[in-house]
Structures are given as C-alpha cells and as structure tokens.
C-alpha cells in the first residue's frame, strides 16, 4: 500500500518549457488535489477533484492545467513554465473534502 | 470561501515547556479541524484533529480543543522534545476541501 505517490521527485525547466506532474493514490480516495508550498506561504491549492470527472480550480489555478485520468490519477501540468512557478508542489488524496488528507512526498522543481 | 488563520508564526520553547498554536476559521459550516506536522524537507503528516462534535481530544503529549461558537481551535503539546521541532499546520473543512493556515515553524531548544 504505497499511499499517494507522485513523480517526478526533482525537475529543473527552462522558461517557457512545459512539463507533467504525474500523481496515483492506491486508497480508492474519491478526492484529489494539487498543491504548492513557497516559504512563508503555506499550503496553496492549486486544483483539485472532488470526484472522477470532475476538477475545480483552487486559490492559485493560474499557468496550470489539471486532468484526472480515472479514479486514481490525477496530473499536473505546466503548459509555459515560469520563474514564477518554482516551488514545492504536494500531491493528495482524501476520502472527500471533509477527511483526512493524505500527502505525497513531494516534487521539487525549480524554473530557470 | 473558508479563511484559516494560525498564529504565532513561529514559537521557540524550551525542552519539556508546553507549547501552544492557535488557529481561527471563518466557515461555521465547517467541522473538521486536523492538524499536520511538516519536517524539513518532507511531507506534511497528520498528528491530530477533532470534529465539531467533540470539544477536546487529546493522544499523549499533543491535544486539540475546539470552540465552535468562537470559530477558533488551538494544539497543545506538552513536555515539549527536540523531535517536535517542525511545521504545525491547522486545516478546516470548507466545502470540498480543506483550507489550511500558514503555518507555525516549532522550534524547541534543548
């Protein structure tokens, strides 16, 4: 049971390249998110599914598109990267929007 | 939307002190308060939370009261230890996710 798994784990861009975040969670969670941690920031949502075939944008949507695959996966990606979007970025899970959410480790990518 | 604010950003106390990290919310339709605890360079992990059902919970050291009329929920720890030196993040439930705070960096000098 590996939980919420998420690739890459290290990603160095040029601006203006585009890339995918790839995330799967083995839980049969209903719900999945995406988001970003910037010192001093916190956790920022970017997007996320409530449920298979549906996706919302979150409090920082902009430069990202999302697609949730199936129940499992959900991806993250980055059509033109900017400076501006090197950060931390966090996959998760929950059985939906009021339970525990559970996290990747994370993807560190860094936009040059 | 919900709107969580946490405070004090950062807290230094000594070993075996207790500590104290306070949060507010602003949806009173929310109930379901966790909270996570980050080290560095890993992932934020659960260590507690609380439904607006129940007003206390407590699990060793670490403990989270609840006071749904004021909309505000605070972590204990007590007999702090070095290895409590992390990020503490409080989370409340808005309507399909969570909101989380901005987190308090714990720093427990030995």
């Known amino acids: 049971n590996a939980g919420v798994t998420q690739t890459p784990k290290f990603q160095v861009l040029k601006t203006g390249q585009s890339m995918t975040l790839q995330c799967a969670q083995d839980m049969n969670h209903n719900s999945m998110y995406w988001y970003r941690q910037d010192p001093g920031m916190g956790l920022r949502l970017i997007y996320y599914?409530?449920?298979?075939?549906?996706?919302d944008k979150g409090e920082v949507p902009n430069g990202y598109n999302v697609s949730r695959l199936n129940k499992r996966e959900f991806s993250l990606r980055l059509e033109s990267a900017a400076p501006s979007q090197t950060s931390v970025y966090f996959c998760?899970?929950?059985?939906?929007?009021?339970?525990?959410?559970?996290f990747g480790e994370g993807s560190w990518l860094t936009v040059v | 939307g919900e709107n969580v604010e946490q405070h004090p950003s950062t807290l230094s106390v000594q070993e075996g002190d207790s500590a104290v990290i306070k949060c507010t919310y602003s949806d009173s339709a929310s109930n379901y308060f966790p909270w996570y605890k980050q080290e560095l360079g890993k992932r934020p992990q659960l260590i507690i939370d609380i439904r607006s059902n129940v007003g206390e919970k407590k699990d060793q050291r670490i403990a989270v009261t609840l006071n749904k009329t004021a909309k505000h929920f605070s972590l204990h720890i007590t007999e702090t230890q070095p290895e409590d030196s992390a990020v503490y993040f409080c989370a409340a439930s808005g309507s399909y996710q969570l909101t989380f705070g901005k987190g308090t960096k714990l720093s427990v000098i030995p």
């Open positions: 998760a899970s929950s059985q939906d929007g009021r339970n525990t959410i559970y």
């Open positions: 599914s409530a449920s298979e075939g549906t996706t």
